[in-house]
């Protein structure tokens, strides 16, 4: 009977502190949109892995920024470098990818020296065979990208970041074979050009 009473109140607990949570995140999203939102710009370079081959992939975003607590836009993204393999007559082929993407970021922990965030990414593009720089075989892919992004803030101007996640890839298996679903990653450098240009105009209207 104990037993049964602490499983009992354990998922209730449990549930509480899910609705409590979820409640405090709707709040949190509804209080940024409803402030004016900045344009945001962002490019970016993750490292995954293809084939037990490491296969970085760029990426452009634009989007809109409230509060720098909610980010919201549209990104590309596309391998830079193809993951290279020979066949059997010692032809030269490259896989490759390239799709656009929705995506949105949320900040949950934000103080003077760290923040933390958990950026996704849901897209659709195509995954396709080069042989020597011919398009041979081609598929539409889907993709979904969560990741948690940390960032420490030794300035207020410059911060250095790391980026975990994990790119989950669906397509036709008997066109393109190989598998680009891979765990994500990224270390960089970090602008906050939002404090930059909030401070440069501070200088500015005072000297007016």
């Given at each position: ?68 607590q909610f980010i919201f ?136």
């Amino acid at each position: 009977m104990k037993c049964i009473l602490n499983t009992v109140c354990s998922v209730v607990i449990l549930f509480c502190t899910i609705t409590t949570t979820q409640a405090q995140f709707t709040d949190s999203i509804m209080n940024a949109l409803s402030q004016k939102p900045r344009a945001y710009a962002a490019l970016n370079n993750r490292n995954s892995f293809i084939q037990n081959q490491k296969a970085p992939v760029n990426g452009v975003k634009l989007g809109l920024n409230f509060k720098s607590q909610f980010i919201f836009g549209l990104s590309y993204n596309w391998m830079p470098i193809g993951i290279k393999s020979y066949n059997k007559a010692q032809m030269l082929n490259e896989l490759k990818l390239h799709y656009v993407a929705a995506f949105a970021e949320y900040t949950f922990y934000d103080t003077k020296r760290w923040e933390i965030s958990i950026p996704l990414q849901i897209g659709i593009g195509s995954i396709y065979m080069q042989q020597q720089g011919k398009k041979i075989t081609q598929t539409t892919a889907f993709f979904y990208e969560p990741t948690m992004s940390c960032t420490w803030k030794p300035t207020r101007y410059v911060g250095l970041g790391v980026d975990v996640g994990y790119r989950i890839v669906t397509k036709d298996k008997t066109i393109i074979p190989q598998n680009f679903t891979s765990p994500t990653y990224s270390f960089g450098i970090a602008f906050f050009f939002g404090t930059i240009y909030s401070d440069v105009k501070k200088i500015i209207d005072k000297k007016r």
